[in-house]
């Protein structure tokens, strides 16, 4: 329907005033007892037909402040002003007239016993007053509080631009988001309906809106009704369901929102800011970790624990997860300074933990780091120091060499020497049958632990851990993606095909910690990461997730496999079998065996002579050590052609 020019206007008008003015609740709860007081005088003069006896001309103000006292006592004890007046619902409605009958129930107990009694004069109230004031108090309390909330409606009822939302929950918490989405029309949404699993509200409505089943959740529905967003409000709810729901809408072109938990609304009260987009580990529905803390609380307990990388995303993770444990110290060691001055702000001021110690440091450098481990005596080793960018080591495998082999090679020698109870290192996929530069190197760790681990004569146990991509890790796919699409696209994807297995970071952290209080030495764990997501895909729910349309919004643009890059990641080699812990997520690697004294001894004649060597000559030390070492970088072919003859 198409309004006058003059109306829009004054809903325009009127619709700005409800967005700047908000009655505080001391106002409305002054307004009432105004209204009480007034209704009561009114009621008085009617009864009497406006001629008041003589007898009552002294009187009649005094009982007036009687009832307006009982009626705001009964008031302030329900609660019957806190509703914000624009939105009144039943339940506001019902506690005015809670108010209004327990208040003129005392009062007419009052005048009762007062004539029973002859307390005094002013208890004389005559009870057909008080039904009078009561019938017309409630009414005028009712009446207000409909016509500002008609008034309210008649503003907002024809914007056109409102959003319109369903929401996924038709119980309690439906209901409770449902309130908090249309009580700020800033945020400009409009309900159009609730979707709950339960057939036994199906077909109904709450409040006036239809409640649906999952089935709605279609292209023809969601056009039709031009249904914009869905809101997940819902307590109990599985991983699973919650991560197909999401899916399933992110597909249908709406845009997602989680209600939090109700432990984390501000001051007991949910708002719309808290409302959040749900983000790409909720669409992957990764399930929570369960982990053996009484095994991992005892192995950290008064122990001094050193982080290598420890400004990285993994390393940090770890400090981060140490914040819950009862260790003495955490050693953080890491060569970039700027990210460790971040860190340590983040422990000392969201955890005020004085336990952790700077200790800028390149693993690399032995006199260095055999100071921190005289100095420190460190009893447990997570070391995640490591170059892990697959291109840019293609590019210089001297350096991923030296500071990924070397440097695992000086921890390693420092951990026995310094009888470290625990070395902990977090290795890659990419170290499996390995295409890269990058992915070599950290085979090549891999066999320098498991070579010192064989070595006699120390108590040192040396844990490997292996896992793939984590979710937000510096300088991974999802954070370049999500700058990509900022930035207004293109999202530039290596090839369609490409897969890779994803982790959260605090759930790859976790499970270091569980698998390195498990093993007792010379372990490679393997973690369970879930199917491969194809990283096309991933793109597309980005995109879709920050509310653009793929390819059409937001172009996808494949820019073809850089070298040392595989089409899919692996976990174990052909060779390899796993069998299982007791966490159903951690299994252990059953490896090749090796000589683990010549393994020690190409390692250090290959440090030793580095920089003397070509790139292709680093290649070919690094295909000699690895022969499944399988390199798709053209640079290096030659290198291929000599090991096979």
Known sequence: MVYPAWIMNMRRKTLNFFNRHSVPRWTVFLVDASVVFFAFIVAYVLRFNFDLPEDRE??????????????????????????????????????????????????????????????????????????????????????????????????????????????????????????????????????????????????????????????????????????????????????????????????????????????????????????????????????????????????????????????????????????????????????????????????????????????????????????????????????????????????????AIRVNVGGTKVMTDLAIKYEVEKFVMISTDKSVNPSSVMGASKRLCEKVVQASARKEGHNTQFIITRFGNVIGSNGSVIPIFSRQIENGGPVTVTHPEVYRYFMTIPEACQLVLEAGFMGQGGEIFVFDMGQQVKIADLARAMIKLSGFIPDKDIQIVYTGLRPGEKLYEELLTDSEKTIPTHHEKIKIAQVEEIDGEIVLEHIDWLLRDLYTLCSCEVVQAIKDLIPEYQTTNGKFREVHSKSHK
């Open 58 to 399: 002294h009187i009649f103000i005094y009982q007036a402040l009687i009832a307006t006292a009982v009626y705001a006592g009964f008031g302030l004890v329900f609660k019957s002003y806190s509703g914000l007046l624009r939105h009144t619902t039943l339940t506001d409605i019902t506690l005015v007239f809670v108010v209004t009958t327990c208040s003129v129930i005392v009062l007419v107990i009052l005048s009762s016993l007062n004539q029973w009694l002859r307390w005094v004069a002013i208890l004389a109230i005559p009870q057909s007053i008080l039904l009078i004031h009561y019938v017309a108090v409630s009414l005028f309390l009712f009446f207000g509080r409909i016509l500002i909330k008609l008034i309210f409606l008649f503003a907002t009822g024809t914007v056109r631009n409102k959003k319109r939302v369903l929401i996924y929950g038709a119980g309690e918490l439906g209901f409770v988001v449902k309130r908090v989405v249309l009580s700020d029309p800033r945020y400009g949404f409009h309900v159009s309906g609730f979707i709950d699993d339960d057939r036994s509200l199906q077909g109904k409505k709450i409040n006036g809106i239809n409640v649906y089943g999952p089935s709605i959740l279609s292209p023809e529905f969601i056009e039709k009704n031009k249904i914009e967003s869905l809101i997940i409000a819902i307590k109990s709810l599985s991983v699973d369901r919650k991560s197909s729901i999401i899916r399933s809408s992110v597909n249908l072109g709406l845009e997602v929102l989680d209600t939090p938990e109700v432990d984390k609304w501000v001051a007991g009260q949910l708002r719309m800011p808290q409302f959040k987009r749900v983000d790409l580990e909720d669409l992957l529905g990764r399930k929570p970790i369960k982990l053996n803390i009484g095994l991992i609380k005892k192995g950290l307990e008064d122990k001094t624990i050193l982080i290598t990388g420890a400004a990285g995303s993994i390393g940090s993770e770890i400090a981060r997860q140490m914040t819950s444990f009862q260790c003495d110290r955490v050693l953080l060691v890491d060569q970039a300074e700027t990210p460790l001055f971040y860190i340590q702000n983040e422990l000392r001021e969201k955890f005020l933990d004085i336990r952790f110690q700077i200790l800028p440091a390149d693993v690399t450098n032995a006199s260095r780091m055999e100071q921190i481990f005289s100095e420190h005596g460190p009893d447990i080793v997570f070391h995640a120091a490591a170059y892990k960018h697959v291109s840019l080591m293609e590019e210089n495998p001297h350096e």
